[in-house]
C-alpha cells in the first residue's frame, strides 16, 4: 500500500510548486497559484491525504482535508 503523502502548494521563484511532503523534488511547477492549486487537490483526494496552500512568504494559507477525518464535527 502506498504511504499517503501531503500535498504542499509552494512559491517557487516566479512559479508555484506542487511537492508531496517528505520528496526531494517538485511534483510540478506550474505558472499559476490557481493551476498548481488544482494539480495538487486532485493528488490530495486520489492519496486521501491532506492539501497545504502556502503564502508568497511561505506560510501555510488554507489547508483541506481529503481523507478520513477521526474527529468529524458533530451535527
Keep these: 500500500m502506498r504511504r499517503k503523502k501531503n500535498q504542499h502548494v509552494l512559491p517557487h521563484g516566479k ?4 511537492k508531496g511532503e517528505g520528496n526531494s523534488r ?3 511547477l506550474l505558472r499559476s497559484k ?9 493528488i490530495s483526494i486520489n ?5 497545504f496552500i502556502h503564502t508568497r512568504d ?11 477525518d477521526p474527529f468529524p464535527p458533530k451535527g
Excluded at 34 to 42: G, P, V
Excluded at 47 to 51: D, G, P, V
Excluded at 58 to 68: A, E, N, Q, R
Design 47 to 51: 492519496q486521501k491525504s491532506e492539501l
Design 58 to 68: 511561505g506560510k501555510i494559507k488554507s489547508k483541506d482535508s481529503h481523507g478520513k
Design 26 to 28: 517538485y511534483t510540478a
Design 15 to 18: 512559479e508555484w510548486a506542487v
Design 34 to 42: 490557481k493551476e498548481a492549486t488544482i494539480i495538487a487537490r486532485r
